[in-house]
């Protein structure tokens, strides 16, 4: 009887050690990571004129059903903007942008679903000189 | 902390294991189960599958909720249909949900026969196979929406994935029904021969399957995290080492189950015996329930490739970094040797089969002075090859190594950095005379000693103990990186000196950086696209009033060679800045690459890796604006280089066309590693 019940206690403090070192595990916050490879203007491009459109390309393939894009302005409300895939590569989404943005620099939050199911969420940013 | 949907997941695996591993075990035991014990135990088992089953499929029902609220960035309780609609039938990864969610479904319907029909044992043993069978193929579904999916060696990594689950389902999905055979009250004579003869069948499964996990989790660990610092540096990996902590606690235990208890349970099935073994296998089975809880966290978090890496260690070994400097491979070598040596004496005074006749040193003596060979030796070979280590030391970054960086790096640091490492960068500033220490020769080879990481570290926190200054505040994070690129790009200019107008054969070491271009059809392309597809001559000009002329002329030659240099698998491309050179831009748009915004920073970058031998520009970080032709091999190395203002050989296109001649016959190169890999 006694090494079952020596066991048994032995068991309960590993148990209990396990969930606060499981739960500890928990506290450091992992920043995500850009899984952005590349994209069209590329990041911090500076531009001379207003691009129609924003090519991006992922590290694996992405669902554009719930791709977000959103321009993130100096002030005001975020702008929502579409996504489209491309039917040829499942890696790229590709973007309208507004035909009146203006001079400075552009921001461009994102929000993706990669094929593994995880979301990935970044921003992409780019100069233009002149306006459109 | 863990994440709630973890545990949802994890029930539903758990749900669909228990099926899987208590199936398959009623069915490799079903011709032992006729006393009457074996009947009591069957009625339990089924029941628990059937229980299981419906938990698993509506665990895998929530487990989607709670995935289409993720993807769609909702809170789970504001998910609607439309959400659920959207991911089920739109993404990928809803089709595999669909496909698990009727797969964990219908294990339900076989598992309801089998309860319903216990008194037949015969459709009763083929509903339960049925059931364990289905919930089978969907633990084999999981993998196909999962980190397997995204790796280089897909098929691999799914195929090891599938097996290393239903090996896991087998043995850990086994284990409540060993609970319920002996672990529910004391266990009655007419069942313990059925017991003692269950438990063996279980336990040459539970071998088998252990073999497997073992195999298949070390490929997929070796797939998902790679390196040593993934492993202890980020959450992935230290959830990894706490899942394997566990796993070998089940092989610990299951391993004194199978060589000491089963073999006295056959001989004498005891209640202390049975007793002992139930609590054992009850401890196993809180070991699995937390190794699948685990698992299904870590499917939740991205696997460390794609993941910061923080260094939780104060130092790090490094055979590169150490290996030059005096005493250090004697030190290494002759401490290992030591080491060996007192876990040898530690091994035969332990093991008196071992010990040499000769051998008579006391026991206390002999395992004192192994133990104390041991830890010297380790003393003596460790720290020799260590060196010091940050939580940033392997991080890297997603800014490029590229023009647009390298230029912006060299920006920053002329306006940050050369007071005190100079102008020309070999820390030889106006303010370095009157330092404590001398600020670092930043020309010196330094990217075996340092990893990016490391100088990533110091830029932003200063140097402990030196004037080097923090500039974490001043700074952005872009900014430093930009730095960085840039001290990689300036010191391997400086090793790029010796690169010579004739291609040297074999000689690959010399990464261009990468740049952006447009393409023939108006298209923008990278450098670094063209790997493996053509050889490139890169032309980088530098047009003034007196050399406009000349400039023009070389031009127009080069342009003129381009039908025979692209047969020779070759293109061209233009670096040409400054207003005097657009008619060359203009006249190449359409024919060749051209670099065709940020040309300057073009220019820059490439202009760190036109020192020479004979001309080191080493008062100077930003090279003066000068001609300079690159030859860059198709596997993406600059092989060999011509600076007009030592010699004349590539003049004469025949002499670039008998270099590119060496390159074409060369076997592929490896791909050029990135800048501060180590």
Redesign the interface.
């Known amino acids: 009887?006694r090494?079952?019940i020596s066991?048994?206690k032995g068991?309960q403090a590993?148990?209990i050690f396990?969930l606060l070192?499981?739960?500890g595990?928990?506290?450091?916050e992992?920043?995500?990571?850009?899984?952005?490879v590349?994209s069209?203007p590329?990041?911090?491009?500076?531009?001379?004129t207003a691009p129609k459109e924003i090519k991006l390309w992922f590290?694996?393939?992405v669902?554009p059903?719930?791709a977000?894009f959103w321009i993130i302005p100096a002030q005001g409300a975020q702008i929502s903007l579409t996504a489209r895939g491309d039917s040829s590569d499942k890696r790229e989404l590709i973007v309208t942008l507004p035909d009146n943005l203006p001079a400075g620099p552009v921001n461009i939050g994102f929000?993706v679903?990669?094929?593994?199911?995880?979301?990935v969420e970044d921003k992409l940013t780019f100069t233009i000189k002149n306006p459109a | 902390m863990i994440d709630p949907f973890a545990v949802v997941r994890a029930f539903g695996t758990l749900g669909a294991a228990t099926t899987v591993g208590t199936g398959a075990l009623v069915w490799y035991t079903r011709d032992a189960l006729v006393p009457a014990g074996g009947a009591i135990w069957r009625r339990r088992v089924v029941l628990a599958v059937l229980v299981a089953s419906i938990v698993s499929a509506i665990a895998t029902v929530a487990g989607v909720i709670g995935a289409a609220a993720a993807a769609a960035q909702v809170g789970v309780f504001a998910v609607d249909g439309s959400i659920v609609e959207t991911f089920l039938f739109k993404t990928g990864v809803g089709h595999i949900e669909i496909v698990e969610i009727g797969l964990a479904a219908a294990a339900c319907v076989p598992a309801a026969i089998a309860w319903v029909m216990l008194k037949n044992t015969q459709v009763s043993d083929v509903a339960l196979l049925a059931a364990a069978l289905i919930s089978a193929a969907n633990l084999a579904t999981v993998p196909f929406a999962s980190h397997p999916v995204t790796l280089d060696a897909q098929i691999a990594g799914i195929l090891s994935a599938i097996a290393h689950r239903l090996a896991l389902s087998l043995w850990l999905g086994g284990l409540p029904a060993l609970i319920l055979l002996i672990g529910a009250g004391p266990v009655p004579d007419d069942t313990r021969r059925v017991a003692a003869l269950v438990l063996r069948r279980f336990s040459q499964v539970a071998t088998v399957a252990m073999g497997i996990i073992l195999l298949t989790g070390a490929l997929l660990t070796w797939f998902l995290v790679g390196n040593f610092p993934g492993l202890i540096g980020t959450e992935y990996g230290r959830l990894l080492i706490l899942k394997l902590a566990f796993l070998g606690g089940v092989l610990f235990i299951a391993s004194g189950l199978q060589r000491h208890l089963l073999p006295l349970l056959e001989l004498k099935p005891s209640d202390p015996t049975f007793l002992s073994y139930a609590n054992r296998v009850k401890l196993e089975t809180v070991f699995a329930v937390l190794i699948v809880v685990i698992a299904s966290d870590m499917a939740g978090l991205a696997p460390p490739e794609h993941e910061n890496i923080v260094w939780p260690l104060p130092f790090r070994f490094s055979f590169a970094a150490t290996w030059a400097i005096p005493w250090v491979p004697t030190r290494f070598i002759g401490g290992i040797a030591l080491s060996l040596a007192g876990l040898g004496v530690l091994a035969i005074s332990l093991v008196p089969q071992l010990r040499p006749a000769w051998f008579r040193l006391p026991k206390n003596v002999s395992l004192g002075a192994g133990a104390i060979a041991a830890i010297a030796g380790g003393g003596l070979a460790f720290p020799a090859i260590s060196v010091q280590a940050y939580p940033d030391t392997y991080l890297t970054t997603d800014i490029p190594y590229a023009a647009r960086s390298i230029a912006a790096g060299l920006k920053h640091y002329e306006d940050n950095c050369t007071g005190c490492h100079g102008t020309s960068g070999h820390g030889d500033g106006p303010l370095a005379a009157s330092l404590p220490i001398k600020p670092a020769d930043l020309s010196a080879p330094h990217t075996a000693l340092h990893t990016a990481g490391d100088l990533y570290w110091w830029v932003t926190h200063g140097i402990e103990n030196s004037p080097m200054p923090a500039f974490g505040d001043t700074l952005t994070d872009d900014e430093r990186w930009d730095i960085i690129n840039f001290l990689g790009a300036y010191s391997v200019g400086y090793q790029a000196r010796i690169i010579e107008p004739r291609v040297q054969p074999g000689q690959y070491w010399l990464a261009p950086p990468d740049v952006e271009l447009t393409d023939e059809n108006g298209k923008t392309v990278l450098l670094t696209d063209y790997r493996q597809k053509s050889a490139i001559l890169l032309m980088l000009f530098s047009c003034t009033q007196e050399n406009i002329a000349q400039e023009t002329a070389r031009f127009n030659q080069l342009m003129a060679a381009r039908e025979r240099l692209a047969a020779a698998g070759t293109r061209i491309a233009l670096i040409a800045p400054g207003s005097l050179c657009e008619p060359l831009r203009s006249a190449a748009a359409g024919k060749i690459l051209v670099v065709d915004h940020d040309i300057a920073d073009a220019a820059a970058t490439f202009g760190l890796f036109t020192r020479s031998v004979h001309n080191r520009q080493q008062t100077v970080v930003r090279v003066p604006d000068t001609h300079a032709e690159f030859l860059i091999d198709r596997s993406g190395y600059i092989r060999a280089r011509w600076l007009p203002a030592e010699d004349d050989t590539w003049s004469d296109p025949g002499f670039i066309m008998a270099q590119l001649d060496i390159l074409n016959r060369e076997p592929p190169a490896p791909p050029p590693p990135g800048p501060h890999d180590h």
């Open positions: 009887m090494p079952a066991l048994r068991g590993l148990l396990v070192f499981g739960f595990l928990g506290i450091s992992v920043a995500a990571h850009s899984r952005l590349r069209e590329s990041a911090r491009a500076v531009l001379d590290n694996e393939a669902e059903a719930f977000k929000h679903l990669s094929v593994d199911g995880h979301v």
